[in-house]
């Protein structure tokens, strides 16, 4: 374990060399220069990015990416509180290899506990572009995200068990979440309520049945989920003929439809998502089908009940601990609480708990 800065600004360029070389990126005497750019300011609510721009002695250039910890204080304690930063980096090592689903090439990843620290050097996807969530994939991107959602999820079919260190909603850091949503649950309606179509009853009768809801989410039929399945976590080829999955901070053990119900009920303009829904949903159960798993239409939108319900952690607990100062992050986080709720009107979410 090298020592890892814990800011953009911290990173050195001998720091990023020794791990150029030891990696086998580059061969010792080759660098001439390394310079370190700053991106994403808005977007990576828990982690700090950068490009890095390594120039070798001969002139030729390579672009790599490097992600570190969250810069938001209360951002980093949420990625502290629910292992965000353990759980990418396991990911990296021990389970991307094994799926189907195209991820960036990782040079190298590595978290101290120690120190609180993260770093991830992977290959920088020139060419390749994230769209913007505030204004909403498109049809066919949410055609091609669909399409690589049994890629993650039929591997580990009801096999979740082989992985114990995955959490499940049952998990001491995400079981946690009970006082969590009920410290945010003021904070969050005052934020956004306004703007929302569930009123402030009902919003309070999801954070009153959150153990429920968590319960029924670690019982039955369970799978790997990204479990921040949303567009600016993908990033999709010049032509849009392929999409790559990246942010695997939240991976979890969950009900199947966790990730078709967040990219669907909060990545997608509600006009567009009420329209192609029920194309949507075929879409997805048929790509389950084509790797061997049945799983029907009717136990698909009973367990999305569910799933939207518990996937009001992410607009609420993130809508609540973003720098409130940014302007970008707050009409993200209030464009994926807008769309969020009006998809668990649309799929009558609320009956499960009444």
């Given amino acids: 374990m090298k020592d890892i800065p814990n800011s953009i600004a911290a990173v050195s360029e001998e720091w990023l060399l020794n791990i150029l070389v030891d990696q086998g990126a580059f061969k010792p005497g080759v660098v001439k220069t390394i310079k370190t750019q700053p991106m994403g300011e808005g977007i990576g609510q828990t982690g700090e990015f950068c490009k890095v721009l390594v120039e070798t002695q001969s002139s030729e250039q390579s672009v790599f990416f490097l992600k570190l910890r969250a810069p938001i204080e209360g951002m980093h304690q949420v990625a502290l509180r629910y292992r965000m930063y353990e759980n990418e980096v396991r990911f990296y090592k ?7 689903v195209r991820t960036p090439q990782v040079f190298y990843a590595d978290y101290n506990p120690d120190t609180e620290c993260v770093a991830l050097l992977m290959e920088f996807m ?26 993650i999820s039929a591997p580990y079919w009801n096999r979740t068990r082989e ?12 079981w946690a ?17 306004a703007d929302l179509s569930i ?19 670690s019982t039955g039929t369970l799978t790997l989920t990204h479990y921040d399945y949303r567009i600016e976590n993908l990033f999709f080829s010049s032509d849009e003929s392929e999409v790559a999955v990246i942010d695997w901070q939240l991976l979890s053990s969950v009900k199947p439809s966790w990730d078709f119900a967040y990219l669907i009920g909060t990545n997608i303009d509600t006009d ?6 029920q194309e949507y949903i075929e879409l997805y159960l048929k ?15 009973e367990d999305m009940k569910w799933t939207l319900l518990g996937l009001s952690v992410i607009p609420v607990i993130g809508g609540s601990n973003f720098d409130a100062e940014n302007e970008r992050s707050f009409e993200l986080f209030k ?10 009107g649309d799929f009558d979410a609320l009956s499960v708990i009444a």
């Fill in 126 to 151: 020139e060419g390749w572009h994230s769209p913007d969530q505030i204004s909403g994939a498109s049809h066919q991107q949410a055609s091609l995200a669909i399409k690589d959602i049994p890629k």
């Fill in 94 to 100: 021990e389970l991307a290899s094994n799926l189907e």
């Fill in 199 to 217: 009123s402030k009853k009902d919003f309070g009768d999801i954070i009153d049945s959150w153990p429920r809801i968590l319960t029924e989410l």
């Fill in 335 to 344: 464009t994926i609480a807008v769309r969020h709720f009006e998809t668990v």
């Fill in 177 to 193: 979440t009970i006082s969590d949503m009920k410290a945010c649950e003021e904070i969050f309606y005052d934020r956004f309520g």
């Fill in 287 to 301: 790509g389950l089908l084509e790797r061997g798993i049945d799983y029907s239409e009717a136990q698909l939108r």
């Fill in 272 to 277: 567009l998502r009420r329209t192609r829904q």
């Fill in 163 to 174: 992985l114990p260190w995955l959490p499940t909603m049952k998990s001491e850091h995400l």
